[in-house]
């Protein structure tokens, strides 16, 4: 059988041209089967020996194909904190308790890591989400460890600590539990509500200097919010989150994440000015980026829901990226460069100072740590 290869960028691009609309979207996955979903197609992953496509052979469907559901993958980690040593990421350490994220955004930097799972970039990496079930059993054997030394851990770094799922298995909470038991710092990044579940464990850790949280708003029209992160809290919700987080005394900032050309940057000031007034005492902003597999994702999203700017949109990211449709160069991934990405930062630290959130979230405090008391069947000799 020789092997699938991929539409190239290029044919995307002329296909969204094309004056034959639903020939366009053949290349798509049919919206009845993706509700609720946020990429548009779900190529095999790049490590898979064989590349396959679906086609139309002019017979149709005998019956209607069935919405694809969420896939729960329950598994055991050997070790839940990861560590980084980017330059240009303001942590070192992290926890992610899922791997795969429901909340279904086109442009997420994360969905190139489902490959290495055996799935799809696209559609799989929204629908089979990894379950970590020993994350807190994990993370208090890693605490306990006689070498450890606290840092400030984030969450959200990679999915969502607050996706869909942690209703049910609330393994975030648990992480909390733990972290507030130990006096470890935490810092938390979210787009949904879901996190004021928690309050009663934020307060506390923030009467201790020991928890800040960002909560990333995209855009202020429910239609474009809903298009762009069909699963994720509705940013009405996003911005009450804000207001009681703050209220209860959690330093709190708003993220405007991810600022794209053409689609939702003229919301810039307007994310600000309602982050500000719920609350937020900081705002952070970062550019769109697409690496790996998340290029194609986000132009079948383009095409599909955009169509008629997918040119100038892609252009405009391009000038951002000298050229390029992603630089990964540390320093400049996150904002880009170029006249856009200059007139971009320029406006953002306008806003930023306009409505007094220039200032950064506070240190969190990493002497109170005492390590966790873990069962051990060794017996002790003294």
């Not at 980084?84 to 791997?99: H, L, Q």
């Not at 942690?166 to 038991?181: D, P, Q, Y």
């Not at 994310?271 to 500000?276: V, W």
């Amino acid at each position: 059988m020789a092997p699938y290869q991929a539409p190239s960028f290029e044919a995307l691009e002329r296909l969204s041209r094309s004056r034959d609309a639903d020939l366009a979207r053949r290349e798509l996955m049919q919206p009845d089967r993706i509700r609720g979903r946020g990429a548009q197609s779900n190529r095999v992953g790049r490590f898979e020996p064989h590349q396959r496509d679906s086609f139309d052979d002019g017979w149709g469907s005998v019956e209607p194909m069935p919405v694809l559901e969420t896939i729960e993958h329950i598994e055991r980690a050997k070790s839940i904190i990861t560590t980084n040593d980017s330059p240009d990421i303001g942590f070192e350490r992290s926890i992610n308790a899922y791997r795969g994220c429901e909340h279904g955004c086109s442009y997420c930097f994360a969905r190139p890591t489902h490959a290495y799972l055996g799935h799809s970039a696209g559609i799989d990496f929204e629908r089979d989400i990894y379950v970590k079930a020993n994350a807190v059993e994990a993370l208090r054997a890693e605490l306990s460890a006689k070498n450890y030394r606290p840092k400030p851990i984030a969450m959200g770094t990679n999915t969502d600590p607050y996706q869909p799922a942690e209703r049910t298995h609330k393994l975030t909470r648990g992480i909390l539990e733990v972290m507030l038991e130990t006096r470890h710092p935490v810092m938390i990044t979210t787009k949904s509500a879901l996190i004021l579940r928690d309050l009663d464990l934020l307060t506390e850790l923030a009467k201790l200097g020991l928890v800040k949280v960002a909560i990333s708003v995209t855009s202020m029209d429910h239609k474009l919010s809903r298009k762009m992160e069909p699963r994720a809290s509705s940013p009405a919700r996003r911005l009450e989150a804000i207001r009681l987080l703050s209220e209860a005394g959690i330093p709190t900032a708003i993220f405007a994440s991810p600022m794209i050309p053409a689609i939702n940057d003229m919301e810039l000031e307007r994310i600000l000015d309602a982050g500000k007034a719920q609350g937020a005492v900081s705002a952070s902003m970062i550019l769109l980026r697409l690496p790996g597999e998340v290029r194609d994702v986000f132009r079948e999203w383009l095409l599909r829901h955009f169509p008629d700017r997918v040119r100038h949109v892609l252009s405009l990211v391009r000038d951002t990226r000298g050229g390029k449709d992603y630089d990964s160069r540390w320093g400049t991934r996150m904002t880009g460069e170029g006249p856009y990405a200059t007139l971009l930062r320029q406006r953002f630290e306008k806003a930023r100072e306009r409505y007094g959130l220039e200032a950064k979230l506070p240190p969190l405090r990493a002497d109170l740590f005492e390590a966790p008391k873990v069962d051990s069947p060794q017996m002790s000799l003294f």
